[in-house]
């Protein structure tokens, strides 16, 4: 995930604690969501969380760009 801030991101994780719980988090939702995805056991049950879960991850990644664009300029 945005390889161009590679660095940026190194070091937010470890002096920005808000960029840090994003970041855990936004990783927790991608090993959720393959996880759920490998499991074809209550397909139906499961794409709809699943669904829900892509959405946060998504609103999380907006959300860490937002963070890295700001501390890039």
Excluded at 30 to 37: V, Y
Aim: no cysteine.
């Amino acid at each position: 995930m945005f390889p161009e801030y590679r660095d940026l991101i190194t070091s937010l994780k470890t002096s920005d604690l808000h960029f840090k719980t994003l970041f855990d988090r936004h990783n927790d939702l991608d090993q959720q969501i393959k996880n759920l995805e490998g499991n074809q056991d209550h397909v139906h049950a499961r794409a709809e969380e699943i669904e829900v879960l892509k959405k946060e991850k998504l609103a999380l990644k907006d959300e860490l760009y937002k963070v890295l664009q700001k501390h890039a300029a």
